[in-house]
């Protein structure tokens, strides 16, 4: 069907961690190349445009994560009010993952996994009278699909008309702050963590981006401003080879670019001398998802290391120079308040108080519709009901004090501050729960600068 380059779509995009949307950026070029028209608008840097929205034909919610989830809800509501005509398609990882509660009165359509074909396929049956329900991987109120996943068909994203690299995180490091960008070498993921969102829509399958598509998108964030590069990946040595061309590349041509990405711990100790090459080009600090300091929630979550190979891990990145930012998972069902204790003990021991901000010693398991976790035989033993609302299963933990600690880390970590004076402040309120002598450490008798980092705290 040729395209109607009068259709109106709108592309909503409300929180991509900080930085300029690729899931609006994509699309756009996709649909462009495919003859359509859009309008993309990022309301984690403006307002809803009630023109726009009123206006719509279609409109397109990215929700890649937890939190553009909840925020997308909200605005679909308004876009609802503001036009019922309109088709409202959520589209993302966690739009599969609560497609019934969307699709019940919410949204229209829901895509996920490689979903710019779809898109496009979607937005031509609507042009031909359709309601969705005939494309491939898109699921309406009427029927369910899974996701797509097929070689992705990825042109140059398109962020011209996307707001400034300046409306975003920055790259921080010796106390400058340099503008940064973010593209994907990948997507997808080798890995089935239980816990990983990523893991029920992909299932262990990832997709390579070719180099000629990541280089043109770098050039194009260079030629805006760019100095520092994050590779989003859900994990960037799922496919080591490309890895490298891809950061040989960028150091060819930006031989003073820096760049960050995302590796789990088994591929620090498996690619040591990678690493030192990826240091070479610019590579600047890894976030890797440690999750745990307690071997038996690390098996829990099928994490596929332990703590003994986490201190190994530590010693490599130190042995080469690249920095370390660790994510966590730090109340789960199996956490005690002793194991809390252990986690900051050892987070304390290892110097890492200034590399793991406090929002993340409060995460608490999600566990959204769909999860890998469902699965597992003793999740009855804790699991609460569905909350769609909320997009999660509740649960609450055994030990009443671990629900007190996590609310109250998380209003610390809101607040902000210095990271040692908040890690003490965390340190006082959990040894005094568990009734135990808080320790006399004293502080630190030399203060290493801050390790570089984004200005946006890794979270989801």
Known sequence: MTADPTYRILLL????????????????????????QATAVD??????????????DFVGIAV????????????????RARNPSSHICFYGLYAWLNADFLLDGIADSVIAGEYERPLIALVNDLLAGGDGSAVLAVSTPTVRKQPHLARPYLPTPKRDHLPGLENYARYMFNGSARLAGYVET????????????VVPVYNGRFFIVPLETVMADIRQQVAAGACHITFGDPDFLNGPGHALKVARAL?????DVTFDFTTKVEHILLHHDLLQELCAYGAKFVVSAFEAVDDFILQRLQKGHTLADMDAALDILHAVGLQVQPTLVAFTPWITLAGYIDLLCWIRERDLIQHIPAVQLSVRLLVPPKSALLVEADTKNWLGSLDPANFTYT???PD????????????????????????RAIETRVYGLAERPLPDTAPPTIIHPAPPRLTEDWFC
């Open 13 to 36: 995009s409300c929180y991509e961690l900080g930085h300029q949307p690729l899931s609006l950026a994509w699309p756009l070029a996709a649909l462009e190349q495919a003859g359509f």
């Open 400 to 423: 009443p004090r671990m629900d007190e600690l996590q609310r109250y880390v998380a209003a610390l970590a809101e607040m902000g501050g210095d990271a040692y004076a908040v890690f």
């Open 186 to 197: 990948s997507r997808g993921c080798l890995h089935t963590c239980r816990h990983c969102p």
């Open 64 to 79: 890649p994560m937890h939190t553009a989830l909840r925020l997308g809800v909200r605005v679909a509501a308004q876009v």
């Open 43 to 56: 309301l984690a840097t403006g307002n809803l445009p009630a023109a726009k929205v009123e206006n719509a």
């Open 251 to 255: 150091h060819a041509e930006f031989p």
């Open 395 to 397: 649960w609450q933990h």
